[in-house]
Structures are given as structure tokens and as C-alpha cells.
């Protein structure tokens, strides 16, 4: 594995750790309110249950989110690993995507305002589709 290829992992590497600190805070979060509101555990059994009886539910929206787009994300790296395409251009996108998954995390589980969060979704997603878009021409050519 040449030393560019280990550089994928690292934005990789950030993103898992987004999702734990997210998970963290909904951990942290769940089981707070649970306690303040005295809620039995199987009261939200199911996510339709946890939705009536829960408050707070951003950090566990956010991790739900983090298992959708970011799957490609993971898959594009992998990709991006097995073609040799662990160029400049690929680690730029990679920590871009990476950042803006931050910015929509801290968005969606701080203050939680749709139109700034949809603009930093917007914006990742725009960049997984141009380093989906970049690896495609990469191994076309």
C-alpha cells in the first residue's frame, strides 16, 4: 500500500469518529431526558414510540443520518483505494465532504436551523456527487 493510499483512511478515520461523538451526545441525550422525564425504556421500544414520548430527538436524527450519504462516502474511499486514485484531487473532496458532515452534524444536533443545515447537505452531498463524478473519470481514462 503506497503512502497515499494510507492517507484515504484518515479522512475515513474522521468521519467514525463524527459518528461517535454523535452517538455519544445521543446516548448522553436519550438517556437524560429518559430519566428527567421519567420514561420506561420500553415506552420507546420502537422508533415510532420513542417519537411520541421523546423531545429531543436531533442527535438521534443525526446519527441516522450518518448512515445514509456517508455510506457512499466510505464506499468512494475504498474505490478510490482499489483504483490507485489516492490523489490530491480525492483527499481534497474526501476532508471536504468530511467537513461539511461536521458543520450539518453540529447544526443538526446544536440550534438545529433547517435552512443552514439543508445548506451544508446540500453542500456535502454536492461534493460526494463530484468525488463519485472524479473517480468515475479517473477509471475511464
Not at 447537505?121 to 475511464?140: D, H, P, R
Amino acid at each position: 500500500m503506497s503512502a497515499a493510499q494510507r492517507m484515504l483512511f484518515w479522512p475515513a478515520l474522521a468521519l467514525v469518529g463524527l459518528t461517535f461523538l454523535v452517538w455519544l451526545r445521543m446516548y448522553s441525550a436519550r438517556v437524560g431526558e429518559m430519566r428527567r422525564l421519567r420514561i420506561h425504556p420500553q415506552a420507546i421500544a420502537t422508533s415510532a414510540q420513542a417519537a411520541l414520548r421523546l423531545q429531543d430527538t436531533r442527535a438521534a436524527d443525526n446519527f441516522r443520518n450518518l448512515f445514509e450519504l456517508p455510506v457512499l462516502f466510505y464506499v468512494a474511499l475504498g474505490v478510490a483505494w482499489a483504483v490507485g486514485a489516492a490523489d490530491r484531487p480525492t483527499l481534497a473532496l474526501a476532508w471536504l465532504f468530511v467537513a461539511l458532515r461536521c458543520a450539518h452534524s453540529a447544526i443538526h444536533c446544536g440550534y438545529n436551523r433547517v435552512m443552514h443545515r439543508f445548506a451544508a447537505y446540500a453542500a456535502g452531498s454536492a461534493v460526494l456527487w463530484l468525488l463519485w463524478a472524479w473517480l468515475a473519470w479517473k477509471v475511464a481514462r
